[in-house]
């Protein structure tokens, strides 16, 4: 097989089925539909083929004969992302490599606090494989139950639990990759010390599938939490929300895990929009912190810790009134009204999303220059703001003013993004914290990233995929 040079799309194909077999490959144009169209339903491409190879051999033969014959490669995880990354263009000459055969987990080893797995292992089956060893896998996010580890490691995901235990990058120990000429890199270290040069795998995690094919990953694992606290709380507002932070950090031995803000305006949508919601609260306020302090000690006084800390918060004037959960059940309540945010806003009318990051003491500044900046702009625009505070995250969604169509409001959507983006860097700030570029923020990067950054990332890409076939058109 080696240096093939096929002619035509059947052949391509008939090679590709050669390689992981007639299960392995999607061809009809009605089968590849769903793998051609991204999550918000925002781009949509065609493709020669979704090839869905089963092992790292097969991985490494398909990519080699892409490479051999030009032809682009668009990997893909679980086809959640929300910046078209794993989407390909219109132009129909590349193929969709897919990871969803290679969905085993190759070992546990609780004493060394390790899970190591291929790309393609959901989410949600890492977590519960932890839980089974009597160990935890932090990474959450809403999309768990069908994003694959490959695809949060190529988007350096973040989540619910960054504030405790980093974004996925952080909890990597391993790493194998296939490269866009085919060699398979193979660092499937379980080490937590290992300085012997360049740290490779950094460099592929968070790459959007444009440097090559994550295989395989050794992952961190952590003590299982025995006693969960969790509150609702009403806060003065978003100063107090920092000040509360720095205290509920210092007060609990920094055993806070979620520390999830919320504006008014998306629990009035969830309230609407979904089903089985009530208020937690017995009256209404501006905004709300979600907080959640573990521990892996059943007995570890966890409740009474969280109930001084709101008590002095109170007592302050920072927190104006809270509900601890009496029970899983109540506390899931909670994080559904966080988590459904995002749906109960799609269902109210046309939205457009930001997901910035600040300093964490700076998010207050950044809250008010953006509403100020906002409202200038588009008058009456809905202002759907929740996020990660604990880390400075603030999806910043906006929802049309009620008396204006989508036309007029996504006609607007470059000054409006623009306007939001211009706020966050003038912070210090990064336009995108943990959804990464892919095709929807391209733009945004050339204009704010510097011409050295822009060229280091170009002269990496170059280094290693000369021939420009892995994931084109996406972040550079
Ligand atoms: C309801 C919902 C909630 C979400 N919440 C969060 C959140 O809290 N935090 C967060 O960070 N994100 C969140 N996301 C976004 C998304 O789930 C993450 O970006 C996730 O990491 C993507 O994983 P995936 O397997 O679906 O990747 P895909 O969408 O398939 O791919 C994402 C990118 O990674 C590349 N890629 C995928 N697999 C590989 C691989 N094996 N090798 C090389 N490149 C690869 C693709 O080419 C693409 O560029 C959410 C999404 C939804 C729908």
Redesign the pocket.
């Known amino acids: 097989m080696d240096g093939q040079i096929l002619e035509d799309h059947s052949e391509i194909t008939s090679t590709l089925e050669g390689i992981v077999g007639s299960m392995g490959i999607i061809t009809s144009t009605e089968d590849l539909q769903p793998y051609l169209i991204d ?1 918000k339903k925002a781009y949509e491409g065609q493709a020669i083929a979704v090839v869905r190879p089963s092992s790292t051999e097969e991985v490494s033969k398909v990519v080699k004969l892409c490479a051999e014959n030009q032809i682009p490669i ?9 910046c078209g ?2 989407t390909p263009d219109s132009s129909g000459r590349t193929i969709v490599l897919n ?1 969803s055969r290679m969905n085993k987990i190759r070992d546990i080893d609780p004493l060394n606090y390790t899970i190591t797995v291929d ?2 292992v959901i989410l949600a089956e890492i977590q519960n494989a932890a839980e089974e060893s009597d160990r935890l896998f932090p990474l959450s ?3 768990e139950g ?3 580890i ?6 350096n ?4 639990g960054v504030l405790r235990y980093g974004t996925t990058r952080e909890l990597v120990l391993g790493l194998e990759f296939v490269l866009p000429d085919g060699r398979i890199w193979d660092g499937m270290k379980a080490l937590r010390k290992d300085n012997t040069g360049y740290d490779l795998k950094h460099l592929f995690m968070g ?3 444009t440097l ?4 395989g990953a050794v992952l961190k694992l952590f003590p299982k939490p025995k006693d969960v606290q969790t509150a609702f709380v009403a806060i003065r507002d978003s100063e107090a929300a920092i000040d509360l932070l720095a205290r509920a950090r210092q007060m609990s031995d920094d055993r806070l895990t979620a520390f999830e803000w919320m504006a008014r305006q998306g629990l009035e949508f969830v309230f609407k929009n979904i089903s089985d919601t009530r208020e937690p609260l017995l009256e209404n306020y501006r905004e709300y912190i979600l907080i959640e302090l573990t521990s892996g000690h059943a007995d570890s006084g966890l409740r009474e810790t969280l109930e001084t800390i709101l008590g002095d918060a109170i007592e302050d004037g920072l927190v104006l009134d809270a509900v601890l959960a009496e029970s899983r059940g109540q506390a899931q309540d909670f994080w559904r009204l966080r988590e459904t945010i ?1 749906e109960g806003q799609m269902i109210e009318g046309a939205t457009i999303k930001h997901d910035i990051s600040v300093p964490v003491s700076s998010v207050p500044k950044f809250l008010k220059n953006a509403e100020a900046a906002i409202n200038q702009l588009l008058p009456g625009v809905r202002i759907c703001a929740f996020g990660h505070l604990g880390d400075g995250n603030i999806h910043y969604n906006l929802t049309t003013p009620e008396a204006v169509g989508p036309k007029t409001f996504f006609d607007k959507v470059e000054d409006i993004n623009r306007t939001i983006h211009d706020e966050a860097i003038a912070l210090g700030g990064s336009i995108s914290a ?3 570029i ?1 095709m929807s923020k391209r733009l945004e990067l050339m204009h704010y990233k510097s011409a050295n950054a822009l060229d280091i990332m170009r002269g990496i890409k170059q280094a290693l995929d000369p021939k420009s076939i892995m ?1 084109p058109g ?1 972040v550079l």
Do not use: F, R, W, Y
């Not at 668009?74 to 929300?82: A, C, D, I």
């Open positions: 999550q668009v990997p893909q995880g679980g086809n959640t992302g929300l990354g794993a990871l790309a393609g996010l809403g999309a069908s994003c694959q490959g695809g949060n490691l190529s988007t995901a973040g989540g619910t790459a959007e599938g090559g094919i994550v295989t995002p943990e959804h990464g892919g994931n996406k």
